[in-house]
């Protein structure tokens, strides 16, 4: 019974908790330590630590460790299966979906507008962070040297990177 109790406590978590990992802990650490009484507060603190240290998402990671610190390997499949499974279907229904109306013409303008909304949304986060980043004459030329780079020669980012640690260890 304790199976199945974790596997929907963790599929109620994926489905009803929106804004990524650190958003979801609040309702994973309310169902596992005070609904649930799983694990102390203690343990989940532990938890969300190992959790963040370890590659992946953060959600799953705890997932994963709150099912096995409970039921075993077990409890670690069926916490990190339910944590996913609205996504995947959410995911499979919306891959489905574009599948079938792909070749339609509402839903091409439809998607040709979503491009744009996107397209706005990123603009309106660089024009937010901008001013916070971009504090002095060094840090603008850096920043239009590496747009440059990347625009004309579609270098890859991981060596504008490893450039950018490089100048930055000489200069200091």
């Known amino acids: 019974m304790i199976y199945l109790e974790m596997w929907f ?4 978590i994926g489905l009803f908790s929106f804004g990524g990992g650190y958003a979801i802990l609040a309702m994973i650490r309310q169902e596992v330590v005070v609904k649930h009484p799983w694990l102390s507060a203690s343990q989940f603190v532990d938890i969300v630590a190992i959790s963040q240290m370890t590659p992946g998402p953060i959600a799953i990671n705890a997932a994963t460790f ?3 610190q409970k039921a075993g390997i077990l409890g670690a499949v069926l916490c990190t299966l339910g944590v996913i499974t609205p996504s ?9 979906t574009y599948l079938k109306l792909k070749n339609q013409a509402w839903f091409k303008n439809v998607f040709s507008k ?3 909304l996107s397209l706005g949304l990123i603009a309106a986060a660089l024009i937010m962070l901008f001013g916070s980043v971009i504090a002095d004459l060094f840090s603008i030329i850096v920043f239009t040297l590496s747009l440059s780079v990347t625009w004309k020669y579609k270098l890859n980012p991981f060596y504008l ?3 950018a640690a490089g100048v930055g260890m000489l200069l200091g």
Request: hydrophobic letters at 75%.
């Open 88 to 96: 995947l279907l959410i995911m499979l229904i919306v891959t489905i």
């Open 161 to 163: 990177l490893l450039v």
């Open 66 to 68: 709150i099912g096995y």
């Open 9 to 12: 406590t963790f599929m109620k």
């Open 114 to 116: 979503l491009r744009l």
